[in-house]
């Protein structure tokens, strides 16, 4: 899967569950980015555990 995040070829590693919108898959420097806003939630996808955090 690749990640969400516009321009951003890749691979997404984390899922973030996001209070105001929809979950969305993102790469390890992505999810450190959005993650750090209140409320969101960063999840290693399956078999990406290595990667997150
Ligand atoms: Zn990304």
Known sequence: MQCSEPDCDREAAVELDIPWDENRAV???????????????????DGKEDEWP
């Open 27 to 45: 790469c390890p420097a992505h999810a450190r980015v959005l993650g750090r806003q209140d409320g969101v939630v960063a999840l290693p996808l």
